[in-house]
């Protein structure tokens, strides 16, 4: 069974740092596109980023240029890296995995990680 287990958020200043990391188990890491997705109080899951097991990374509009989502398949671990942050980006941080069986999606979430961005 797949388990998807994050950590490393926290409380940070706005214009500082914050990494994220995601550790997968159960499966097979490097086939899986992994993702950061984001909820803020009172809105929507939304997706931040996607790395492919090819490596070829996506990112909302709003976090290009400061964010990185970056894998390591020895370690079964995504990372996020959070760069100068602002107030908005307080959210629950989600690590999702998301692979192709049988032309059938399937998707596994971690339980998230709070980031807040507060002075």
């Known amino acids: 069974q797949v388990q998807l287990v994050e950590s490393g958020g926290g409380l940070v200043q706005p214009g500082g740092s914050l990494g994220l990391s995601c550790v997968l188990s159960g499966s097979i890491f490097k086939f899986y596109t992994m993702g950061w997705y984001c909820q803020a109080p009172g809105k929507q899951r939304e997706l931040v980023a996607t790395i492919t097991s090819g490596g070829s990374t996506t990112y909302v509009d709003s976090v290009k240029g400061r964010f990185t989502i970056s894998r390591d398949n020895a370690k079964n671990t995504v990372y996020l890296q959070m760069s100068s942050v602002k107030p908005e980006d307080t959210a629950v941080y989600y690590c999702?995995?998301?692979?192709?069986?049988?032309?059938?999606?399937?998707?596994?979430w971690g339980q998230g990680t709070q980031v807040t961005v507060s002075s």
């Open positions: 999702n995995a998301e692979i192709i069986i049988d032309s059938r999606k399937r998707m596994f």
